[in-house]
Structures are given as C-alpha cells and as structure tokens.
C-alpha cells in the first residue's frame, strides 16, 4: 500500500528505514509536486513544503469550540484527580473512615476511570465522539453532587465511582475528538492542550485544598466539579460532529457539512476522499477481535507501551505523594509541603506543558520523548543521590528546615516535572490518539487509556511499599532504568507522526507490517 493511494497523491521519491531499525527495508512513496502533502521522514522529519490539504492552518471559530470541549474535559479529569488528597482530612472526620475505607474513597476513581475509558471505546464508535463526551459531561456533574451531598460512605463510594467512571470516558472520548477534527498541522497542539487542561485541574485542585480547610468544606471541594461538567455538557452541546466518524457511518453529506463549518475551506472534496479511501482499506469491520488483529499489532504495541511507560517512569507517584516526598526531605510543617506540592509540582507542571504545545507540532513526538526521557532519567538518579545525603530528624526532634539535600531532591522534582510535562505526558496522548485506523480508533485508544489507568492504579497503590521495602534512593533509581527502558524502546520502535494526516499514518503500518 502507498501513500499515493490516497485520492490526489502523486507519486514520488521514497524513505526508509522505519524510526531508527535498521532491519525494516520497506519504503513508502511520497508524493511530490506543488500541491503535495510532504512527508516527513520518519527518524529525522522534515518540514512540510507545503500544507496538504487536510493541513488546514487557520483557527476557525468552530475549532475553538472543539478546543473548549478539549479544555473542560482535560480540566475535569485533572481536577477530580488532585482533589481528594486535600478533601481526604475532613472526610475522614465527618464520616470516621477507616483505613480500608480510606483507601476505597481515594483509589475508586482509578477504579471507575478504567472501567469508564473500556465502555467509552465502544461507545465512541458506536454512537460517535461527541455524544460521548456528552455523556462524560453528565457524569462529572452527577458524581461531582451524589458526592457532595452523600449522607454517608456507601453513597459517597458510588459517586466516586460515577465521577471515575466520567473521567474514563473523558479520557477517551476528549483527545479522540480533537485528533479528529484539528488540521493535521495543529493536530498535536490540539491534544497538548488537552493535556495542558489536566495540569491545570491538578494544579487548581492543589490550591483549593489549599484554601479551604475543615469542617464540610471537602463537600465545596469535591462538588465544585458539577459546574465545568455543566458547562462542558453545554459546549458539547453545540460542538460540530467529528467528520471522520460521520464517514465511518456512511454519512459523506453530513460529513461535508461539519468539515466546511470546522475548517471554513469550500472544497472538503479532496479530504472526504482521503478519508473515504482509507476506511475502505479497512473494510471489516468494527469489533475488539479486529483490535487485537495482527494487522494493528504494532500500533497496538505502541500505545500499550506508551501508556505504560507514561507511568512507570513515576510521574503519579509524585503527582500523589509529593507532600510526603517533601516531608522526607526536610520540608518540616504541612504549609512548607503544600507549598513546594501547589507551585514546584503543580505551576511547574502547567507551564512546562506549554512548551510541548509550541514544539509538539515543529519538533515532532519523537524528539520530545527522547529529550524528555533523559531529562527524567537524570533528575530522578538525582533524587535518589540526594536521599543518599538525607539524614531523618532524631525522634522528637523539629527539623531545622530542608537541608542542601532536601533542596536538591526539591529542584530535582521540579526538573523531573519540567521534562515530563514537555514529553511524556503530551506526547504520548498525542500519539496514543493520533496511530489508530479510524474503524478500531475508539476501540483501540479505550484499550491503551484502560492500560494507562491500570497502570497508574498500580504504581500509586505500590509506591509506598516499594519505599518501605527498598527505600527512597532505590525507588527513585528504579523509576530512572524504566526511563531509560522507554528511551530505547521508542527510539527503535515509535516512528515519527507529526504532520501527517491521520489517513496518512495507517500507511506506515501497512508499509512495514
Ligand atoms: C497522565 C496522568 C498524570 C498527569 C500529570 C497525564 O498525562 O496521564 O496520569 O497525572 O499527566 O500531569
């Protein structure tokens, strides 16, 4: 199969080898000529000559709106997770949890989000995108009230359960709907955002458990949800169709109509045939048995291995656990953790994601992840030589303050935060929505988002055994090898995405399967 398969695509010279393996001879055809879609090589991508048609620049007001509905579902799905740790202090005294209980109330979110994201993969291609993400709507606003208001623990489980269950289909539904409708020129600024959304409902979590304590100010905290869930609901509601979905479902006029509106160009015709050609390709059709075809072994590999590395490398044990970090480093008082948590953890991590959205679609993914990647690996052997140096005050004793180490586990963190936020956190939702054929795309992307979360669920359940087994030093080392794990692992295995259409990467697997 060629990439001058597609409808407009001449023929052209040729690249290869494959993101770095020397064994893989095949080639793929690029298309040259004036009106040319350029193809970027995959190891060392080239800029595009010239936009090809489905690389749309401009920002529509449409577009704006598919960026609103990314923005809330992000900023759900980070808030609901950085929550609870500030709500957890008065839960526990309103309701007199105990520890299994105390547990159940933090870990059930994870819980519902995997189940959340498997439902949503189905969902996503059977009743599309956008009523999917409508649905996750509903239930950030219910679980965020069944919660506030629970007159005691079995309630308050289940709207922990149901607020999950919202951030697994957001998890899903979000990114796979700005994958689809954002140019492919814009396509990984489209999702970066979602994952710049993320950091900033964390961060706004932190510091609202920062400004409100005791009493039942946890209910304020955890309801507050219900109204971005509203109003993502209201935004969906009037968000366009995704186009490639609408194909999927034979729709081509009702595709037109929503690619027009999106990306104001008159003649969709091009793309709608590009699209078109691609789902023919693929003719059986949807179902998880196609899932797990050979055919998408590899892409499968892919998001399964990212979404996995994403959270072996650390970074929710130090989202989860900062505060505690910090109190092993010689920050002494609650107000030292939670500042060094809010504004080193959380502003750092939002900030540092804006330099994946200006790079993401220039630089590429590849190149992100390997530097990030590295500079994940440095910081964390850094925190671990740091704790080496940490000596723990003597029983009754009030530290003085951080000592040199403990400064150096805190800037060490910062950098740690800094890479991922540039890489491994953008960049592998980027990828993970981007390398789907469109027939098992929400499918697929449900199963690597189940994968993720399963993950997460693990490294933040085991955190603190591993500490308690092996100690810091040891923990944070074995965090930096799973670095330099992912580092090879990409570098022989991930090809470079950026500026190709999503019809375009389907070609890669064909060419070297
Ligand atoms: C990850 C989350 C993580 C967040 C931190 C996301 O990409 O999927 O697990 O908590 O980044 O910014």
Redesign the pocket.
Known sequence: MRIDALPGHGAGGTFGPIAGRTDVKATLTIPTGPDAPSLPSLKAPARPAAPPPSSARTMTPWLVVVLVVVLFSGGLF?YD?GVISGALHGIKATFSLSALLVEVVTSWVTLGALLGALAAGEMADRIGRKRTVLIAGVMFTLGAVVQALAPGTLVLVAGRLIIGAGVGVAAVAAPLYAAELAPAAMRGRFVSAY?LA??AG?FLAYLIDGWLSGGDSWRIMLGAAAVPGLLLFAVALAAPRSPRWLMMKSRRADAAVELRKIQRVEDVEPQLDAIGAALRQESERASWAVVFHREWRRPLMIGIGLAVF??ITG??AI?YYADQIFASAGFATQSAQTTATTWAIGGV?VLA?LIAIAFIDRLGRRKLLLAGLTGMAISLLAVGIAFRFIVPPAAGATPAGPSVAGIVTLLALVGFIIC??FS???V??TVINEIFPGHIRGRAVAVATAV?WGS?FLVSQFFLTLIGAMGNSLTFWLFALFCVVAWAWIYFRVPETKGLSLEQIQLLWKEHS
Request: glycine content about 10%; charged content about 0%.
């Open positions: 980070g997770q994952q993320i950091t964390i994403q959270q970074i929710n989202i991590n994601t991922f936020a491994m956190g953008p592998v939702w993720n997460a």
